[in-house]
């Protein structure tokens, strides 16, 4: 990797820092006080370090090849069977014999990727035809699927080719079994839905010819009806393998079969000849070139609350403005933040907004160097808001917003989103370019420079091309007519048509009087071919009609560019969130204290706890991991023995009492575990921890534990981190960490001033010149970040603060050592070392704070937030998903550019290029607990590779290549255990998918190869976050929030064996932690964002002419085209300056306001002042997206509802007949209430009468409000209103 | 205990077949030498044994009629009596009503004891051949095949096994839907776990039954799913029917459900509708209605696709939208029983067929009468809560089938059936709209266009199509 010496300085710092974090790391647990004595945080070399190569081929590859030289695949597929009759490769058994030809032969027709070979076949037997010859069974299961039609029905080839070499005799089907395929086959397509379904005449011709007898296992729930218990088909549930290649394969691609018989010169497959000619092609339909067209997509799926600032393309939206702030690209736009101000203060900084180009969402960011809203004051005024405080007090007096301001988007964006350039409005940085000398100071300069032949200036150019050349006529007659020049300014009758067309301009003015007022009428006048003495011009004579620009350029004899560019329509998205993470309920301590700590799980009541009544007080009984002491070998629960020594947990067979180390008992084959039930004296234990810590009790108020240990080893961590946490405020995740979660924003340059740090502190952390080379000594100088160093929010820096005195405490009273930390305000913080991880990702990343952000978000450098994320697949990887119709295998690479939804991509945070799928699919999916589910496909992501990729191969011959990252599951004796990927060795164990089971396979090989191609791609599936990819079930890319957590909490405090058993206990866990970020390494999405000072005049003019972004590559400075030099890091530039990145609200309205009510009135308040939105649209929208929904959902659930106990929590789909939980004799009470239901209803009513609802719409909830009342009876006369709840 | 093949084996030997409900009456009483007496009751000239062939076994007409009584009257589900949900409480009354209704059923027929004593003592009834009766909570295939049931009765749950190698009991089990209630004859196992059951009584329609028939001539036209306002729906066969409505005898007509598309049944449906007013789909079925003869009495309940709520018992239609009816017209609820000339008549829109179908092996939408049979023998109209179909759960259980009807009348999967099941009369009328775009990608073929005439002297029923 390429830097500059001063980087390398940065380097050494970092490195420094760790080492001594590492160092008293090691010291604390070295004490044994922890489940192990050593940090548990790997540190991750380089990848390229462990490049080793490790593929052999077997004789049956080489022979492959050897007869593909001759002949085509599928040829030689069949021929290879000659070489399994002749036994060559060692096989024994005729159905041995069988077996591998089939499967090899797959093998070789599906490229050897996807998991048809082994797993589509379940395998290969003998049956006994009524005349007593045999005949030969093929059992095909699900994963068949992947192999395609024209392997599957060919696979039936090579069995009926071996078969013959064999002397085999054909299948004889009796009449009771066609009939069981026809009627298998039609129920199959009723619930998986076939590619074609052959008709009944069809697959009689099929099934009664077929010589081979396709078999399969059963794939479904159902069970067939009619032709049950046949002698010799073993099962009555549908088999999907068997339909699949009777249907999709031998029917659908017969002709392809018949071509392979013909060529093999192969007997008893003439019925294919008038089987062919069923077989129909559906088209696709795909709608391209309409980039430019208005796309309400983001308006669909309205939630009621969060507002539309502007509908697609309308006038008075945001105005797209080109180039890139310090604080935006990667996923970030920038608005002005007046801007925030006036949208209602919904948009905080930080908080996602759904756009309507180029990609699907940003993140808002403050820019305050482009312009903010135009608006119209109630007294009638109408001006543009520039500064953020006017904005707030103004705020109030706003009746209308007019124009809600410009959007600064980076050419970067559209590049990542392969969206193409749109006319940006006129601005000064492009004016510049084409003539434009300085900024005019007055109207008198702006004209003087237009007539000097430049364009007129983008600040004196209206919105001309918003109006038409009639409304420019009656306005331009208005003035001539009625118009007077008094006191410097243009005077003339407030009309409303002349003040509609004045504000539709954007011209500014105030009413005074009857009379509106224009300061500025100059520029106005000549534009609109008036004189100063307000007569029209002779232009008038020969003015053009057609286009409004145009008609203004003839009547002024100016040169003018349309300020009003591209509007873009965006509303609000998720609101994010940031506050340290606590699990529910939040625990102190991970110390098990059962059902007697209550409902609280409090340590103070399980002192108090008494199991019989004449007991002391405080001895309760726990489930606990068993240990023992490695020094005197004392079997005890407590990582520390009481001789000082070390323990280590000791597995028995729950069963036989066995102490094995094996997963599984080897004498009765149970699962080991590592538990003992323990009698444990609470009170003692507390006092004596709290002694330790020389603590008195009241320091103490509530001790929360947990219920129980769900991990495998069962590690007790000692209550005293628990008691030190509680005086801190703290709380533990699952993992013994503590975290802060919080949304990330890219950030490239920052100023000591908006970082609330002392310009010593800075130049002490190596920042001693600002970008321009000066030395640092003004708070308002601009300083390039480094990458792996990150900006917190000041609760963040609290929090952490907290963090810092846990840890040093812990130190000094715990584990005996000195204080590492010893912050004591917010300025000490600086400097030190945090890690950052991704959600559902489990390598950190080491990251220095440097300062604080006002805004509840944490800033970061593109590339550290890129680093945390780039799990993905190799392009070729299989993966099955499922259309609603049918199940489909494609390569990932085929799946996701097909699916991806070009109309709408997005670029998130972490710079990955991803879209919604274009329409809806489902994928397999396992749980932690190793249940096969279908999941949703909610989004598809390209992403750039890494230069290296691990490629595993399974002891079943299946084939895996991911990044280095990517999330894989691996068996942890009875659940799966996400890890990444390079932690995944040689005899892991690994869920892969068999028919629709998932089964244990073994990594029996792992290499690292160069990637091939530049991009991986992923999916992210609902809830469970896992797919099947050739076969492998694995994790998938996630992306939401980040989180902190403090270095050397993770490396004292962090076990793997806390990590919990249960169902995504294993998520987002530092199993790893990266050092070093190399640009290169980083997900390369990345390297898109542009670091130049200004786009060039080229771009502009390209961008009128919606040019694709790639075209202009050459033109703009990327990180891209600066790698492999020191400047991939540094010297980045902007091409519009922030001055603060924390202006504009710091917390959005939408987490202010309290109920669904508040929200929606605030929203439909603004949507009627915003001149870009439709109220009554929006209101329609939210009914009908998200309230009528609601209420049909939960009414219909309430007449379906579970119930539960609320003692045991068990579940009932239906009231007990005993009317009490029939477990635990507990209370049964109802999931779906009443009051849940109706929880949209009145403000539904309220809706439908004040807005202009469709008269559909309006009836539809009428008709839920009858089915409601009917449901629940008359309510209480009174009724409460809207207002009733403000 | 007899098996069913032995019982037949009996009757054979004597040259002589016999009807099914022979078999599985013998089996309930458990009376080997009921075999021989009914032998000796058979006249000469018999083919078959019947029921009629047990000895002291008469049928019974049911119940006893008044000449005073109307002649359209509602039995049960007048306007207004479904009533609402107080609480979620009610389901503890919902579920007991109907255990209590349908166990009563059973128990008349054998002798049961509480679950609670044979879990609290398993040892005392080891070995022993008992019975109890209760509710299917779950039921599930063990991976050896066999079916195991949990039922529970307001005393305790039991887990109860149907090997699957007692095929005469077995085929039965296959089809027990949770939430129906069911007598199982078995013995306990050793560690009194598992109830291994050896037969399966429903509630079912009593053997003796026989239906009641009018005593003076009448004719009732039954029909359901008229979906008025769909872009399916099949106005010209309407007219026809309306036509030839006109001329002829019938006094009643019966709509099962279903009388306009409504709105915002399923997503997109506004893009189907040549009516999207709500108001005006039923105004334009009122059109309709008056062009009907006015000596007609019509009797109209709401289906799924109606205003009102979709949990049943789905109250009558209101007056809000029932204006412009004629007055020939009475609304009801669904479900409901309508007497006509004293012939009982239980309409149900059927919204619980769907279900139905899915847990019961071999059910198919093409054969509606199959799952009134099924109905009938478990006397619910709608046995599995929580499913696609919503129950109010309030007080009682409306959706037994009690009292038992001449005549079932459903509707809601257009598709026409008609069956006989010991003694009643189902009739799944079909509908007034062609295949949908759902329906076709459902690979349902509609029968669109009948109307069921039934002679209420003899309940013999006619299909008429208009389509």
Redesign the interface.
């Known amino acids: 990797m390429e830097f500059s010496p001063a980087l390398g300085v940065y380097f050494n710092r970092l490195d420094s820092g760790l080492q001594s974090a590492m160092a008293v790391a090691r010291a604390a647990r070295s004490r044994g006080l922890d489940p192990a004595v050593e940090p548990e945080i790997p540190i991750a070399s380089d990848l390229a370090d462990r490049v080793e190569a490790l593929l052999g081929y077997t004789g049956v590859a080489a022979r492959l090849r050897e007869l593909e030289q001759q002949m085509s695949r599928e040829e030689a597929a069949l021929k290879i069977g000659d070489d399994f009759v002749k036994r060559t490769f060692g096989e024994t058994t005729t159905e041995e014999i069988l077996d591998h030809a089939i499967r090899a032969s797959m093998a070789l027709l599906t490229e050897g990727v996807v998991a048809a070979p082994t797993e589509g076949i379940g395998k290969v037997a003998l049956g006994k035809n009524d005349d007593g010859t045999e005949y030969l069974k093929i059992y095909y299961a699900g994963p068949i699927r992947s192999a395609g039609g024209t392997a599957q029905a060919l696979s039936v080839l090579v069995g009926d080719y071996v078969r013959q070499a064999l002397g085999i005799n054909r299948y004889i089907p009796r009449p009771e079994e066609v009939e069981r395929y026809i009627e298998e086959i039609r129920q199959y397509n009723?619930i998986m839905s076939l590619q074609y379904l052959p008709s009944e005449k069809e697959l009689r011709m099929i099934i009664t010819n077929c010589p081979v007898c396709i078999d399969g296992e059963p794939t479904e729930q159902q069970?067939v009806?009619?032709y049950r218990n046949l002698e010799r088909v073993e099962t009555n549930t549908v088999r999907g393998g068997m339909a699949l290649v009777v249907a999709e394969g031998l029917a659908l691609k017969a002709p392809k079969v018949l071509k392979n018989v013909r060529k093999m010169k192969m007997e008893g497959w003439d019925w294919l000849e008038e089987l062919i000619g069923g077989a129909t092609t559906s088209s696709s339909d795909d709608d391209k070139g309409a980039a430019v067209k208005p796309k309400d997509k983001y308006l669909r799926d309205l939630i009621g609350g969060r507002p539309v600032f502007s509908y697609p393309m309308r006038k008075g939206g945001f105005r797209l403005r080109f180039g890139r702030s310090r604080n935006t690209g990667f996923a970030a736009a920038g608005l002005h933040p007046a801007t925030l101000h006036i949208l209602g203060d919904f948009l905080a900084v930080g908080t996602q907004m759904k756009i309507e180009r180029p990609g699907k969402a940003a993140g808002i960011v403050p820019v305050d160097s482009i312009q903010g809203p135009t608006v119209r004051l109630k007294s009638g005024e109408v001006l543009r808001i520039d500064d953020a405080a006017k904005a707030r007090s103004l705020a109030s007096q706003v009746e209308d917003i007019i124009d809600i301001g410009e959007i600064l988007i980076s050419y970067g964006e559209f590049l990542e989103n392969n969206h193409p350039l749109m006319p940006p409005c006129y601005c000064e940085e492009w004016w510049l370019q084409e003539g434009g000398v300085r900024h005019p100071e007055n109207e008198m300069e702006a004209i003087e420079f237009a007539l000097d032949g430049a364009y007129l200036h983008p600040d004196y150019t209206y919105l001309w091309d918003d109006i038409t050349p009639a409304n420019i006529a009656t306005l331009a007659d208005r003035v001539a007519e009625s118009g007077v020049i008094e006191d410097g300014a243009l005077k003339l009758p407030n009309t409303p048509d002349a003040k509609a067309i004045l504000e539709e301009l954007l011209v500014f003015h105030r009413i005074e009087g009857d009379r509106i007022v224009i300061g500025e009428y100059l520029v106005l006048l000549t534009c609109l071919g008036l004189t100063l003495q307000l007569r029209k011009r002779e232009t008038w004579t020969d003015a053009p009609t057609d286009d409004s620009l145009g008609l203004v350029m003839h009547l002024s004899g100016f040169r003018l560019r349309s300020r009003a560019g591209t509007r873009i329509g965006g509303r609000m998205g998720r609101p994010g969130k940031s506050k340290a993470r606590e699990m529910k309920p939040p625990p102190h301590s991970l110390f098990p204290i059962g059902d007697a700590g209550g409902s609280r799980r409090s340590f103070q009541e399980a002192i108090s706890y008494k199991h019989r009544s004449n007991t002391d007080g405080g001895q309760i009984e726990i489930e606990v991991g068993d240990r023992r002491c490695t020094a005197c070998g004392t079997r005890t629960y407590k990582n520390l023995c009481d001789c000082g020594g070390h323990t280590v947990p000791v597995f028995r067979c729950p069963r036989c009492e066995r102490e094995t180390k094996e997963l599984l008992c080897p004498a009765c084959g149970a699962a080991a575990v590592c538990l003992q039930k323990v009698t444990v004296n609470v009170k003692a234990e507390y006092a004596a921890a709290l002694a330790r810590l020389g603590m008195r009790e009241s320091a103490v108020s509530l001790l929360k534990g947990v219920k129980g240990l769900i991990s495998r080893d069962r590690p007790v961590e000692p209550i005293e981190k628990g008691i030190l946490r509680a005086t801190n405020e703290l709380y533990v995740f699952k993992d013994g960490t503590s975290r802060y979660d919080m949304i990330d924003l890219p950030l490239t340059h920052f100023r000591p001033d908006e970082v609330g740090v002392s310009i010593e502190k800075l130049a002490s952390l190596g920042y001693t010149h600002d970008i321009y080379g000066a030395e640092l000594t003004e708070r308002s100088q601009v300083l390039e970040l480094r990458h792996q160093d990150i900006l917190v929010s000041e609760d963040c820096a609290a929090w952490l603060i907290r963090v810092a005195k846990f840890i040093d405490e812990l130190l000094e009273k715990f584990y005996g050592l000195e204080p590492f930390y010893r912050i004591t305000d917010r300025n000490d913080l600086p400097g030190h070392l945090v890690m950052g991880l991704a959600p559902h990702t489990s390598a950190g990343v080491l990251a220095r704070v440097i300062g604080f952000s006002k805004a509840g978000v944490g800033y970061g450098h593109p590339f550290f937030h890129a680093a945390k994320r780039r799990n993905c697949f190799a392009g070729d990887t299989e993966i099955e998903v499922f259309d609603g119709r049918a199940w489909a295998t494609v390569p990932i690479r085929q799946f996701v550019v097909e699916n991806f939804d070009i109309s709408n991509p997005g670029l998130d945070h972490q710079g990955t290029f991803y879209s919604d799928p274009a329409r809806t699919f489902f994928t397999r999916s396992i749980d932690p607990q190793g249940t096969v589910r279908m999941k949703k496909i909610t989004s598809v992501s390209v992403h750039r590779a890494p230069a290296h990729l691990i490629r595993f191969e399974t002891k079943r011959g299946r084939l895996l290549t991911v990044t280095s990252d990517h999330t894989m599951l691996v068996w942890d004796t009875d659940y799966l255990r996400r890890i990444s990927a390079q932690e995944v060795n040689i005899g892991d164990r690994i869920p892969v998918i068999e028919g629709t089971m998932p089964i244990c396979d073994e990594i029996t090989g792992r290499e690292i190869v160069r990637a091939l191609e530049d991009r991986v791609y992923c999916l992210t599936v609902a809830d469970t976050h896992t797919l099947v990819a050739n076969g492998i079930f694995t994790g998938q890319c996630d992306g939401d929030e980040d989180c902190v957590m403090l270095l050397l909490d993770g490396l004292i405090n962090f076990s793997r064996s806390y990590l919990p058993e249960t169902r995504g206990g294993t998520m987002d866990a530092p199993l790893v932690l990266t050092t070093r970020l190399d640009p290169a390494e980083v997900d390369k999405e990345s390297h898109n964002v542009d670091v130049g000072d200004h786009y060039p005049l080229e771009f502009y003019l390209a961008a009128l002419n919606y040019t694709h972004p790639k075209d202009l590559d050459k033109l703009i400075d990327r990180v891209e085209r600066r790698l492999g030099t020191p400047a991939q890091i540094e010297g980045f530039l902007f091409t519009h300056p922030t001055s603060d990145i924390s202006a504009g609200p710091l917390v959005s309205t939408y987490t202010i306001l309290g109920t669904m009510l508040e929200k929606l009135e605030a929203e439909l308040t603004l949507a009627k002042k915003i001149r870009a939105v439709d109220a009554d649209d929006v209101a329609e929208r939210v009914l009908n997206t998200h309230f009528?929904r609601d209420l049909?959902g939960n009414?219909?659930a309430?007449?379906?509802?579970?119930?539960r106990c609320t003692k045991c929590n068990s579940k009932y789909?239906?009231?007990?007949?005993?009317?009490k939980c029939?477990k635990c004799k507990g209370n049964v009470?109802?999931t779906v209430h009443?009051g849940s239901v109706k929880k949209y209803l009145a403000v539904s009513r309220e809706i439908c009468e004040t807005y202009a609802i469709s008269?559909?719409t309006k009836?539809?909830v009428?008709?839920?409000d009858?089915?409601?009342e009917?449901?629940?009876?008359t309510p209480a006369e009174q009724q409460l209103g809207l207002a009733d709840f403000m | 205990m007899l098996a069913p093949r032995e019982i037949v084996q009996r009757f054979l030997d004597t040259k002589l077949q016999v009807h099914p409900d022979v078999v599985s009456y013998i089996r309930e009483q458990d009376d080997p030498a009921l075999i021989d007496r009914i032998l000796e009751s058979v006249p000469g000239d018999a083919l078959v044994v019947s029921v009629n062939h047990i000895p002291g076994l008469k049928k019974e007409r049911d119940g006893t009629r008044f000449f005073a009584d109307p002649e359209l009257e509602i039995i049960v589900g007048s306007p207004g009596t479904?009533?609402?949900?107080?609480?979620?409480e009610d389901?503890?009354h919902?579920?007991?009503d109907r255990?209590n209704k349908l166990s009563a059923m059973i128990r008349s027929r054998t002798t049961s004891m509480p679950i609670e004593a044979l879990t609290t003592s398993p040892h005392r009834y080891r070995d022993q051949e008992c019975t109890v009766i209760g509710?299917a909570?779950?039921v599930r295939t063990t991976a050896k095949g066999h079916r195991l049931v949990e039922i529970?009765?307001?005393?305790?749950?039991i887990l109860v096994l149907f090997n699957k190698s007692r095929d005469d009991t077995f085929a039965d089990a296959e089809r027990i839907l949770?939430?129906e209630v069911l007598g199982v004859k078995g013995k306990l196992s050793s560690d009194g776990g598992l109830f291994f059951a050896e037969q399966l009584f429903r509630p079912d329609i009593p053997i003796k039954h026989a239906p009641y028939t009018s005593d003076r001539p009448g004719k009732a036209v039954l029909i359901s799913d008229v979906h008025v306002g769909s872009d399916t729906f099949l106005e010209a066969a309407w007219n026809r029917f309306a036509d030839w409505l006109q001329d002829t005898d019938a006094s009643y007509l019966l709509v099962a459900g279903d009388l306009v598309d409504?709105?915002?049944i399923y997503p997109g449906q506004?893009h189907e509708l040549t009516i999207?007013?709500?108001?005006e789909q039923y105004d334009a079925f009122a059109g309709m209605l008056r062009d009907l003869p006015s000596r007609l009495k019509i009797v109209l309940a709401p289906g799924n696709h109606d205003?009102?709520?979709?949990?049943e018992p789905q109250?009558a239609l209101?007056p809000e939208f029932t204006g412009n009816f004629p007055a020939n017209c009475q609304m009801v609820e669904n479900p409901c029983v309508v007497s006509l000339q004293g012939v009982r008549v239980m309409m149900y829109h059927g919204r619980s067929i769907d279900d139905m179908i899915g847990l019961i092996?071999?059910?198919?939408y093409e054969r509606p009468g199959e799952i009134m049979e099924e109905m009938l023998k478990r006397r619910l109209l709608a046995s599995t809560?929580?499913?696609r179909t919503?129950?109010?759960?309030a007080k009682m259980d409306r959706l037994v089938i009690d009292p038992l009807p001449e005549i079932l009348h459903t509707g809601h999967v257009h598709i026409c059936g008609i069956t006989k099941y010991r003694g009643v009369l189902g009739v799944n009328t079909g509908t007034w709209q062609a295949q949908t775009a759902f329906q076709k990608q459902?690979?349902i073929n509609p029968t669109p266009a009948r109307a069921v005439v039934i002679d209420l002297q003899t309940l013999q029923p006619e299909v008429l199509d208009f389509s």
């Open positions: 009723n069970e009806s009619g009528i049909m009414l219909n309430f007449s379906k509802q579970k119930l789909r239906r009231m007990p007949l005993a009317g029939t009470i109802a009443e008269e559909y009836q539809r009428r008709v839920i009858m089915s409601i009917s449901t629940f009876g | 479904a009533g609402s949900v107080a609480g979620y389901a503890i919902y579920f007991r255990y509710m909570v779950e529970e009765d307001p005393t305790g749950t949770p939430d409504g709105i915002g506004e999207k007013n709500i108001y205003v009102v709520r979709m949990a109250p209101p092996p071999g059910a198919s809560y929580g499913m919503p129950i109010a759960a459902m690979n």
